[in-house]
Structure formats: structure tokens, C-alpha cells
């Protein structure tokens, strides 16, 4: 019987509209969504040649609730990035690439690959996006004092 058959693909949703943003997303989920966009942006333009498809981010931001129940967005509290790459310091660009034709280079060490995540990927993003207030998701960001976990598994070579 056709209607006792369930579905093939199963998930669990929740959500809400929300002021925050343009498209009326969680401020939390068009940033996590927005870099995972980016790293495939600079994964396919090859500006961050060693990373690969897979990849997962997060991204957590403390509120202050106004008086009306109204919340604004006081700092990006922590960032997780785990993101496929190839060999640190090991793989060469055309042997990720066969059909790239520039100068060959090594894949930056791990300790490079964060610091480009964060500059390439967080930062850049962050620049794009603006606030209700008026103001870039920059304002509300600061390197020193935000919990940055950039593939805290360690190395993630083999994507899923």
C-alpha cells in the first residue's frame, strides 16, 4: 500500500522567522550557512586549493534581549569550522589538480590552513555581511576574545 510506505530521507526541522537578517534567518544560521558558501568559493576559485568538498561549520553569538523581547547581537562567541583538506605540507597542488597548469607548491602546514580559514574564509565573510544595525558582521567579531575551533578533530583528510 503506497501511504504505508515512509520516506527515504528522514530529519528532524525546526525554525523561525527572525529580523535579523535580509532573508529572515537566524543571524547564527546565514553566517554558518554563508561560510560554508565561502569555502566552497575559494575551494573552486582556487585561491584555497588544499581544501576539499566536505566540510561542516557553526557558529554561536551572545544576545542581549531588550526590553520590548527584542534580541541584538552583542559578539560572535565561537566558530567552528571542520573542513576536508589534503596533506599538510605533504600534497602538491597538481596532485590534487592534474589539469592545473601554473607553478606546483605544497599544501600550507595545518597551522597555516587555520590562519587562512580565518582571514579567507571567517573574516572575508564576516566583511560581506551586514547587520540590522547598519554595521558589518566585523563589528561584532573579535579574533582575540572569540572561540575559534578550526578542524578540532585535527587533520580531515578522508571526507563522508
Same mark, same amino acid.
Given at each position: 500500500?503506497?501511504?504505508?510506505?515512509?520516506?527515504?530521507?528522514?530529519?528532524?526541522?525546526?525554525?523561525?522567522?527572525?529580523?535579523? %537578517?535580509?532573508? #529572515?534567518? *537566524?543571524?547564527?544560521? +546565514?553566517?554558518?550557512?554563508?561560510?560554508?558558501?565561502?569555502?566552497? /568559493?575559494?575551494? &573552486?576559485?582556487?585561491?584555497?586549493?588544499?581544501?576539499?568538498?566536505?566540510?561542516?561549520?557553526?557558529?554561536?553569538?551572545?544576545?542581549?534581549?531588550?526590553?520590548?523581547?527584542?534580541?541584538?547581537?552583542?559578539?560572535?562567541?565561537?566558530?567552528?569550522?571542520? %573542513?576536508?583538506? #589534503?596533506? *599538510?605540507?605533504?600534497? +602538491?597542488?597538481?596532485?590534487?589538480?592534474?589539469?592545473?597548469?601554473? /607553478?606546483?607548491? &605544497?599544501?600550507?602546514?595545518?597551522?597555516?590552513?587555520?590562519?587562512?580559514?580565518?582571514?579567507?574564509?571567517?573574516?572575508?565573510?564576516?566583511?560581506?555581511?551586514?547587520?540590522?544595525?547598519?554595521?558589518?558582521?566585523?563589528?561584532?567579531?573579535?579574533?582575540? %576574545?572569540?572561540?575559534?575551533?578550526?578542524?578540532?578533530?585535527?587533520?580531515?583528510?578522508?571526507?563522508?
Amino acid at each position: 500500500n503506497p501511504l504505508e510506505v515512509g520516506a527515504g530521507d528522514q530529519g528532524i526541522m525546526f525554525g523561525y522567522a527572525s529580523d535579523e %537578517t535580509a532573508d #529572515c534567518m *537566524p543571524l547564527t544560521h +546565514s553566517l554558518a550557512t554563508r561560510l560554508g558558501k565561502k569555502l566552497t /568559493d575559494v575551494r &573552486k576559485s582556487g585561491k584555497l586549493w588544499w581544501l576539499r568538498p566536505d566540510g561542516k561549520t557553526q557558529v554561536t553569538i551572545r544576545y542581549r534581549q531588550n526590553e520590548d523581547g527584542s534580541v541584538e547581537p552583542l559578539e560572535i562567541h565561537t566558530v567552528v569550522i571542520s %573542513t576536508q583538506h #589534503c596533506e *599538510p605540507s605533504v600534497r +602538491s597542488r597538481k596532485e590534487e589538480d592534474e589539469a592545473y597548469a601554473g /607553478d606546483d607548491e &605544497k599544501a600550507p602546514s595545518m597551522a597555516e590552513m587555520n590562519e587562512l580559514l580565518i582571514t579567507e574564509v571567517i573574516e572575508a565573510t564576516l566583511g560581506e555581511i551586514m547587520l540590522k544595525s547598519g554595521q558589518s558582521a566585523l563589528s561584532i567579531y573579535n579574533r582575540k %576574545t572569540c572561540h575559534l575551533h578550526l578542524n578540532p578533530s585535527g587533520k580531515f583528510i578522508i571526507g563522508g
